[in-house]
């Protein structure tokens, strides 16, 4: 409601409060019975506010009159079975109760306070048959009803001027109007149609003093039809929160000539108007310029109304970003990145994205308001935007460094411009022992019997349990001069894992990877090394923090090399681990499998079953373990590396035919793998003789 003095708003929370024009002081009158929005419920018209307090059939039923103005309260008693409809100034609207059925509310009364007496007067002039009466609008001593009537179509409303001093009720000459809102002026009453047939809103405008009804094709579609008047100018509109709607409709406030003629655009939406007692409007809306807030619409110089901001919101028309909590460095394979950002609101077309400054790569995802809270990108319906990111892109793990993102907004109802907000963050892992490509997802590299060797990157989608692998990239050939190529994860002090290789003379060369999924020029490393029957790496032993590499003379001793970090010299020299390691046709190395200290290694001995060796993070290891047997079926075993971002390192198995099986890592000693599962890691048709 408006007055002279002020206006009266209401908070979420349906609690009413009065602020004034002059120094925008606010006063909170608490709550009424009646918690709605509805206009005359609460007054109109003047400084006075209604609330209503008791309930239907208490003695106590009363409606409390507090004048803004002058801070005086005069109480209107209802006495049981009243219906409290709404007030015009000090004048309360009332009809009986008849169990909720309302079916005789042509019988309204006017209850006022004067000279300290409580006066009762009856409404007349309503046909007989009326039915379901309510207040449509109101003006300076005069209200409309609308209402229904036995003889009408179901969906027909009729309106009635009512003049509060006489209490005598004036039918209007409007057609029957379906789902309209009306408005009254001392010069002119309008009713503008809401989204029956015809496809677009009509607006009738009746001449008070003539009779004359002017209707007016309002060429837009008006859901929640709004009706004003002020001067000679009909105002309408839909009324439409920023959270409400579709570009379908337009919603903005207009106005129009009450003869017809061009309309013009008053707001870019509103929600509500009040008539003020100087025949102006109250508006609570917004535009692009000024945003949300209570706008005044008053004629013009030259008559045509025009808007004034009277008490903003400071909350623009377009969607903003409230707030974000975007951590600056996303260490991936510790934890998610989990980025958190507040829009305004959500009834838009919302888009993240994340995008790899270095190679330009990017990840949307395409957000709707969901109350679903185990997607890993989501948006609720207050707006709230997270992300629980794991690296997972549409093409695989997300490599390390520079990133952006980006969230775009694209309002649904078109009202503001489409919001762009954008930020940085970083990427970053340790380098793992079979992660080339240093994006966090284990490689594959497969020799074929042509000598070429390809690299495989993995990849663990978040929807379903299978590994898969996406397309193998080719490396390049000549690679069969070597007859044992072994991955010992980053021994060179580089940004990823590396590679050893030795040829049939003996001499083992470096392979240093470069993080795209490549690697370097070949360095040599040593000769002798034909005296070993098998090199295994991918671990750190001897607790230093470096990858180290197990090596098994012919005499079945088993020797390690610590690493240096250095890829001149990449390993010092070897210490003795034990002897009787010729009982096992496997041994590799699987990281640190069951929990302890450092690395730990399989070995598979030829009745096919596997034993643990765990660790102790000295160079050394502690008593076998028996895992389980079976494991001949097996034609490699490879330490994979941690395959499903759950910190633990799993196995690779490549059974007789080329399938691979994974096993999860549990990190329980006495069972450090899951049940096996199937993976789609290679591709039917692509074989390779030796996989690493």
């Known amino acids: 409601m408006a007055g002279a003095t002020g206006f009266l708003s209401s908070t979420p929370a349906y609690d009413l409060l009065w602020t004034r024009y002059a120094d925008g002081s606010v006063t909170n009158l608490g709550r009424g019975l009646s918690q709605v929005r509805m206009v005359e419920v609460h007054g109109s018209v003047s400084d006075v506010v209604a609330l209503e307090h008791g309930e239907i059939g208490d003695a106590d039923h009363r409606v409390e009159l507090h004048d803004m103005a002058t801070g005086a309260v005069s109480t209107v008693a209802l006495g049981k079975y009243r219906h409290f409809m709404g007030a015009v100034g000090s004048t309360v609207v ?41 207040i449509a609008s109101t003006a300076p001593g005069q209200l409309v009803l609308d209402y229904n009537r036995l003889t009408g179509a179901e969906t027909d409303w009729y309106y009635a001027v009512v003049d509060l001093a006489s209490g005598v009720a004036t039918p209007s000459k409007l057609a029957p109007s379906t789902w309209a809102d009306a408005a009254l ?58 959270s409400e709607g579709s570009t379908d409709e337009d919603f903005a406030f207009r106005a129009v000539p009450v003869g017809g003629g061009a309309s013009r655009k008053i707001l870019d939406h509103a929600t509500s108007l009040a008539p003020t007692p100087d025949g102006a409007l109250l508006v609570m809306g917004g535009t692009l310029a000024q945003g949300e807030g209570v706008y005044r619409v008053s004629p013009g110089a030259d008559g045509a109304p025009v808007a004034k901001l009277v008490a903003g919101t400071g909350q623009p028309l377009g969607i903003t970003l409230v707030r974000s909590d975007v951590p600056a460095v996303a260490t991936l394979d510790k934890a998610p990145w989990k980025a958190r950002w507040q829009l305004s609101r959500p009834n838009a077309d919302v888009t993240l994205t994340l995008r790899n400054t270095t190679t330009g790569a990017s990840n949307t995802s395409h957000l709707n308001p969901s109350d679903n809270t185990t997607e890993p990108v989501r948006m609720d319906y207050n707006g709230r935007i997270r992300i629980d990111w794991t690296g997972w892109t549409s093409t695989g793990s997300a490599p390390n460094g520079n990133y952006t ?26 380098s793992a022992p079979h992660d ?31 590994l898969y692998g996406n397309a193998r990239a080719k490396l390049g050939g000549g690679w069969n001069t070597y007859d044992q190529i072994t991955a010992v994860g980053n021994i060179a002090g580089g940004s990823a894992g590396d590679l050893v290789a030795r040829d049939s003379a003996g001499v083992l060369w470096l392979y240093q990877g470069t993080g795209k999924g490549t690697f370097g020029t070949r360095t040599r490393i040593g000769g002798g090394w034909n005296t070993y029957t098998q090199l295994t790496g991918t671990g750190d032993f001897s607790g230093d923090g470096r990858a180290d590499l197990v090596a098994r003379d012919r005499d079945g001793s088993l020797w390690l090399y610590k690493g240096t970090g250095d890829w001149k ?10 002897g009787g390691w010729n009982i096992y046709n496997q041994i590799t190395a699987v990281g640190n499998i069951a929990g302890g200290s450092a690395g730990d290694l399989v070995a598979r001995d030829s009745a096919g079953v596997l034993w643990l060796y765990q660790g102790t ?27 499903n971002i759950d910190g633990k390192p799993d196995l690779l198995a490549i059974d007789q035919t080329g399938t691979p099986w994974r096993y999860r890592g549990t990190g329980n000693a006495q069972a450090p793998f899951a049940t096996r599962e199937g993976s789609q890691i290679i591709y039917p048709g692509h074989r390779y003789n030796t996989i690493v």
């Open 94 to 134: 009332t009809s009986p109760w008849t169990g909720g059925q309302n079916t005789d509310s042509s019988e309204l009364h006017l209850l006022s306070i004067v000279n300290g007496v409580q006066t009762e007067r009856t409404v007349t002039g309503l046909p007989s048959d009326t039915r379901t009466v309510g």
């Open 185 to 242: 002026s001392p010069k002119y009453l309008a009713t503008l149609q809401g989204p029956m047939l015809p496809a677009t809103s009509q607006l009738r405008v009746k001449n008070r003093a003539t009779g004359k009804v002017t209707q007016i094709d309002t060429h837009q579609r008006v859901t929640e039809p709004m009706v004003g008047l002020a001067g000679n100018w009909a105002l309408f509109g839909s009324r439409t929160s920023l």
């Open 405 to 430: 993102w980006q969230i775009t907004a694209k309002p649904y109802n078109g009202l503001g411009p489409t919001l762009n907000v954008s930020g940085t963050f970083k990427v970053t892992r340790q």
């Open 436 to 466: 080339y490509t240093n994006n966090g997802s284990p490689d594959l590299l497969g020799r074929d019997s042509a000598g070429v060797l390809w690299r495989i990157d993995t990849a663990q989608y978040p929807w379903t349990p299978t």
């Open 569 to 578: 010299v990449p390993y010092a020299a070897r210490t003795g681990v034990g």
């Open 617 to 643: 993070g000295k160079g050394t290891f502690t008593t076998r373990t028996r895992i389980g047997s079976g494991w001949n079926t097996y034609t490699q075993l490879i330490g994979l590396g941690d395959s």
